[in-house]
Antibody
Framework: QLQLQESGPGLVKPSETLSLTCSVS??????????WGWIRQPPGKGLEWIGS???????HYSPSLKSRVNISVDTSQSQFSLRLSSVSAADTAVYYC???????????WGRGTLVTVSS | QSALTQPASVSGSPGQSITISCTGT?????????VSWYQHYPGKGPKLVIY???KRPSGISNRFSGSKSDNTASLTISGLQAEDEANYYC??????????FGGGTKLTVL
């Protein structure tokens, strides 16, 4: 059974880099029909797509975050990661990792992890 | 790339039908038949209920249906049940391998 589990620090200081990892179990990250991505939800707000990665390492990012985001995949560890640099309080959110089919919809999400940006 | 527009809240009584709208532009919702809908309970990961405008994933009740007209997609839930009370989000492909979500709609079952 597919499981996605986010992990990483729950508190990050302003101007530093937020780093999260999503561990995938129950399916190979090498699937040809899947992208692996990140979505976030600031407190009291809606969902925001951050970006996604294919198992080959090919990435796609939200235009509004592109300058600060890096998503990578480690097929040997069956996980993919998010790095968001120069964070501010506006980056405080619940971060979800998810599997995307054909890059247009997500058929499975992790439970999410809250990351707070504060000194 | 702006967020899609959804009503903040909708409500209905058990057994009734409700429709949630999702308005985008001619560069996202209007251009592609790639709108999906997610049901989200607080503290859990969102769950896909509709993809590619009107397709239901395996295991999703046929009470959930989707449609699109011009730049607006819609999610209809018929025969409302208490368990349908949740937040609902639409999402559209927006070209250049990017996605855009709606602001979310809180469904209250009265």
């Amino acid at each position: 059974q597919l499981q996605l589990q986010e992990s990483g620090p729950g508190l990050v200081k302003p101007s530093e880099t937020l780093s999260l990892t999503c561990s995938v179990s129950g399916v190979s990250v090498r699937g040809n029909n899947y992208y692996w991505g990140w979505i976030r939800q600031p407190p009291g707000k809606g969902l925001e797509w951050i970006g996604s990665v294919f198992y080959t390492g090919s990435t796609h990012y939200s235009p509004s975050l592109k300058s600060r985001v890096n998503i990578s995949v480690d097929t040997s560890q069956s996980q993919f990661s998010l790095r968001l640099s120069s964070v501010s309080a506006a980056d405080t959110a619940v971060y979800y990792c998810a599997r995307f089919r054909t890059g247009s919809y997500s058929d499975f999400w992790g439970r999410g992890t809250l990351v707070t940006v504060s000194s | 790339q702006s967020a899609l527009t959804q009503p903040a809240s909708v409500s209905g009584s058990p057994g009734q039908s409700i429709t949630i709208s999702c308005t985008g532009t001619s560069t996202d919702v209007g251009k592609y038949n790639l709108v999906s809908w997610y049901q989200h309970y607080p503290g859990k990961g969102p769950k896909l209920v509709i993809y590619e405008i009107s397709k239901r994933p395996s295991g999703i009740s046929n009470r959930f249906s989707g449609s699109k007209s011009d730049n607006t997609a819609s999610l209809t839930i018929s025969g409302l049940q208490a368990e349908d009370e949740a937040n609902y989000y639409c999402c559209s492909y927006a070209g250049s391998n990017t996605l855009v979500f709606g602001g979310g709609t809180k469904l209250t079952v009265l």
